[in-house]
T-cell receptor, first 111, second 114 residues
């Protein structure tokens, strides 16, 4: 079965710092890629997704992610974080009826 | 429109008792997933339903866990003879057509086994 690795368990940043959260997956074929976010006390919700086309995808709230096929990676980025970005972020990979999530990265943004 | 709903929101049960957790997916969504979210463990896939096909049960951790989906809509996850390690948040998600599309998550059921 495929696996999804998120390298950072907990990231602490100050407001206006840049963010990059790593995500790597094990499957080498065609995949759909997702980042989900869970704000404190809220449901998991989709941040952005990649199915095909431009490997740089833009999501809500200024987030973007880049699919690098050769590196099996789909890292999440934001140039300037805000306190309201404090949340848990999950990378997910879909292939052939198999959907797998990473363990999640908790982001704390200090005001 | 209405999102995915789950009930109960919280459940405290004694070790050894059976529990049932319910999920109402978004109307028209044919794919339904159950996940378990434990502290620091991320989302663990449990089971997946797609239309009228046989469910993918490959993620169920033991034979104490089972799930059904009636009429292609409401789903129930049953845990028999609960153990303390079953304590977690159980999440349900649904998607249009297949899991390769965006999944919409419910609020979860927090299960505590004492």
């Amino acid at each position: 079965a495929q696996s999804v690795s998120q390298h950072n368990h907990h990231v602490i940043l100050s407001e206006a710092a840049s963010l990059e959260l790593g995500c790597n997956y094990s499957y080498g074929g065609t995949v759909n890629l997702f980042w989900y976010v869970q704000y404190p006390g809220q449901h998991l919700q989709l941040l952005l997704k990649y199915f095909s086309g431009d490997p740089l995808v833009k999501g809500i709230k200024g987030f973007e992610a880049e699919f690098i096929k050769s590196k099996f990676s789909f890292n999440l980025r934001k140039p300037s974080v805000q306190w309201s970005d404090t949340a848990e972020y999950f990378c997910a990979v879909y292939n052939n009826n198999d959907m797998r999530f990473g363990a999640g990265t908790r982001l704390t943004v200090k005001p | 429109g209405a999102g995915v709903s789950q009930s109960p929101s919280n459940k405290v049960t004694e070790k050894g008792k059976d529990v049932e957790l319910r999920c109402d997916p978004i109307s028209g969504h044919t794919a339904l997933y159950w996940y378990r979210q434990s502290l620091g463990q991320g989302l663990e896939f449990l089971i997946y339903f797609q239309g009228n096909s046989a469910p993918d049960k490959s993620g169920l951790p033991s034979d104490r866990f089972s799930a059904e989906r009636t009429g292609g809509s409401v789903s129930t996850l049953t845990i028999q003879r609960t153990q303390q390690e079953d304590s977690a948040v159980y999440l349900c998600a649904s998607s249009l057509v297949s899991p390769g599309y965006e999944q919409y998550f419910g609020p979860g059921t927090r299960l505590t086994v004492t």
